[in-house]
């Protein structure tokens, strides 16, 4: 029997793509004349229409699989919980708004095929708002800069994984897992494979601004110590700062005594400005608690509503 390949795609109100991406997913193992594989959808409690195909499409086609949601659990734990559920031989994440190129899924298994226990899609270039896409690439080098781990750059997520990684992301049980870390980090060695992200041609993105900075967040927290401790040299630096400023006022005050005015603008600007500096960095070691807070709890990644051909 041939490998089983799984194809994971996490979706939320996707109506209007989930019927193109089934059927562009479907022409390509018909290409390959490979027949043993399965698609499994994981919605996180869509609003929209998204349910109502998932169920038509399951019922009409045994190799698409789904999963309901109890609620909507983000970005980050959802479509984790769906590639851990996939039994394939190799599993490919694979977004719901076609922004991942599905005939890409023939190159990945050939590169599988080759030996590579990881293949990555990476976005060299996108057809999405040129602002946005330059915000990402300075994020993944600040990020690269920062890290213990060295990370991909521009990878979504997007890619192929060996039933062996996916094993090893069960045994780690992270509740709230940094994908795209966790994979650099794991040290197989990756394929990578450039690509052109198009353009949302249908629907509008659940992606917003408090998303993205989770994202980012998440894995400055996942995989370095640097913030905290340029909070501890930032410190140290400013406090002698402070230490050399004050004895130059002191020492300028008492040569011009009767000329010399330290004056209200000076003082202000300087307790205002190491008041942003302390809640800055306050703010820094907060988002590590809540990181550590996260992990403590121990909450599952996603509760089932219902499941469709498992």
Not at 43 to 53: F, G, L, P, V, Y
Not at 104 to 109: A, G, R, S, V
Not at 127 to 141: C, G, H, N, V
């Amino acid at each position: 029997m041939s490998d089983l390949i799984s194809i994971v795609t996490p979706c939320y109100n996707e109506e209007g793509n989930i019927e193109e991406l089934v059927r562009q997913v479907r022409e390509v193992f018909q290409r390959m004349n490979h027949e043993h594989y399965e698609h499994i959808f994981i919605d996180n409690a869509s609003t929209d229409k998204s349910q109502i195909i998932l169920r038509r499409l399951a019922k009409e086609d045994k190799k698409i699989k789904v999963i309901i949601n109890n609620r909507n659990f983000g970005h980050i734990r959802s479509p984790f919980y769906g590639l851990l559920q996939a039994k394939g031989d190799a599993v490919i994440l694979l977004v719901a708004d076609l922004q991942d190129p599905p005939e890409m899924i023939e190159t990945f298994i050939q590169k599988w095929r080759e030996g590579f226990k990881v293949v990555l899609g990476v976005k060299t270039e996108s057809k999405e708002s040129p602002l946005m896409f330059a915000i990402r690439t300075a994020y993944y080098d600040f990020v690269g800069r920062v890290s213990d781990t060295k990370l991909t750059k521009n990878n979504t997520g997007f890619g192929l994984y060996d039933q062996c990684v996916i094993q090893t992301l069960r045994e780690i049980d992270d509740p709230y897992p940094y994908f795209r870390g966790l994979i650099s980090e794991l040290g197989y060695p990756a394929f990578k494979i450039a690509y052109t992200q198009p353009a949302r041609k249908r629907g509008v993105t659940s992606n917003n601004f408090y998303k993205l900075y989770d994202i980012a967040m998440l894995g400055i927290t996942s995989h370095s110590k640097v913030p905290l401790r340029l909070a501890t040299m930032a410190g140290f630096v400013l406090s002698v700062l402070s230490f050399f400023t004050a004895i130059f006022y002191l020492v300028i005050k008492l040569l011009f005594w009767d000329r010399f005015q330290v004056g209200l603008a000076s003082a202000g600007i300087g307790i205002f400005f190491f008041m942003s500096v302390q809640l800055f960095f306050i703010g820094i070691i907060g988002e590590y608690v809540g990181f550590i807070h996260t992990q403590v709890m121990k909450r599952p990644l996603v509760t089932e509503k219902e499941r469709i051909n498992f």
